[in-house]
């Protein structure tokens, strides 16, 4: 049985604006996201308040969404701290065939909802 699902990976890149920044971001800084794991191949740290922000975004910016979803259309983060300027770009970079069986000791249920479901609620 196929049990494969698609994500997507991402990259979550420091945007600089007009207002000063006051944390340890640079433009240009970013990490991936790839699967589960976050990846930092260019900085060595990252906010760890600006993480917390964007960290509940993640799982959900990597799934396909429904067109008309604001999850979809919104992509740039402010900094949680009220007197930075620095706001972060999630950028979906790339499709990931994951294998739920390798995700998860869980098996695939017929109680969930499927896609097809949510627009039967429109
Ligand atoms: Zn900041």
Not at 20 to 47: I, R, W
Not at 59 to 66: D, G, I, S, V
């Amino acid at each position: 049985m196929n049990d494969n699902f698609t994500l997507y990976d991402l990259k979550v890149e420091v945007i600089a604006t007009d207002k000063p920044m006051v944390c340890s971001h640079k433009a240009g800084d970013y990490f991936l996201v790839e699967g589960e794991n976050l990846v930092f191949p260019q900085t060595h740290s990252f906010s760890m308040y600006s993480l917390a922000a964007l960290l509940p975004l993640l799982p959900a910016k990597q799934r396909p969404l429904q067109g008309n979803d604001w999850m979809l259309s919104d992509s740039l983060i402010a900094c949680p701290d009220p007197n930075c300027g620095a706001k972060f770009r999630i950028t979906r970079i790339r499709k990931r065939i994951q294998s739920h069986g390798k995700c998860t000791a869980v098996p695939i249920g017929e109680e969930h909802l499927q896609p097809e479901d949510f627009r039967q609620m429109d």
